[in-house]
């Protein structure tokens, strides 16, 4: 079974350009998470769908990011117009079954990530 | 609000000696705690996971991770490390009520020397 794949694995941009990152969740998955890591800070959540619904997108840093989930497949996550701060790792995540509450969980399977360097 | 504090952001060992990376987290509840693992080129990998019941838990790797509620830790452990070991490892909590989201540390580098 293939596991989450993220397109490309790195890009490298201007400040004002935009950037689109693509992640392809493993097949059967309903939830699907982007995180964010800035050079050697933490992991932070940035949002969550299920299928092609935003079940939360608190972690979302303005509206310069636009993610979207068409059809419940895969995701891209939009970066319009790039700033510097920008810069980091964004993952990718995917996990079974549909959120029916605190007291289920499910494993979230990373990808490897693409590193975005903004100039 | 959750949080996850990793206090070592680099740690080198030699092959074969015993390993501890150290998490201490802050969660209002009992919290489900997690460690994965970056190697180089790789997505993050899951290790091993606390939920409930026994607070000793073993992982994959020859990892394991003892839950301490009194100290609000969670930290790993391995007796012998391998050079294959050598990654960035990273603790986290989650998910919160009402969100699926996890709050990760900081993580810890490990270098292995041989």
């Known amino acids: 079974e293939a596991g989450v794949t993220q397109f490309p694995s790195h890009s490298v941009i201007e400040k004002g350009q935009t950037v689109t990152l693509r992640c392809d969740p493993i097949?059967?998955?309903?939830?699907l998470y982007w995180y964010r890591r800035v050079m050697g800070k933490e992991i932070k959540f940035l949002l969550h769908f299920v299928k092609e619904s935003k079940q939360d997108e608190s972690g979302m840093p303005n509206n310069r990011f636009l993610a979207e989930r068409t059809g419940g497949t895969y995701s891209t996550l939009k970066v319009q117009p790039a700033e510097l701060e920008d810069s980091g790792v964004y993952f990718c995540?995917?996990?079974?079954?549909?959120?029916?509450?605190?007291?289920?969980?499910?494993?979230?399977?990373f990808g490897p990530g693409t590193r975005l360097t903004v100039l | 609000a959750q949080s996850v504090t990793q206090p070592d952001i680099h740690i080198t060992v030699s092959e074969g000696a015993s390993l501890e990376l150290r998490c201490n987290y802050s969660?209002?509840?009992?919290?489900?705690l997690f460690w994965y693992v970056q190697s180089p080129g790789q997505g993050l990998q899951l290790l091993l996971k606390?939920?409930?019941?026994?607070?000793l838990v073993q992982g994959i790797k020859g990892f394991e991770a003892e839950f301490k509620r009194s100290q609000s830790s969670f930290n790993l452990r391995k007796p012998s490390v391998h050079w294959s070991d050598a990654a960035e490892y990273f603790c986290?909590?989650?998910?919160?009520?009402?969100?699926?989201?996890?709050?990760f540390g900081s993580g810890t580098r490990l270098q292995v020397q041989p």
């Open positions: 097949s059967g998955h309903d939830n």
């Open positions: 995540a995917s996990s079974q079954d549909p959120y029916i509450g605190i007291s289920s969980y499910n494993e979230q399977f």
């Open positions: 606390y939920f409930s019941g026994d607070t």
């Open positions: 986290a909590v989650g998910p919160d009520t009402g969100r699926r989201a996890l709050t």
């Open positions: 969660y209002g509840a009992t919290p489900y």
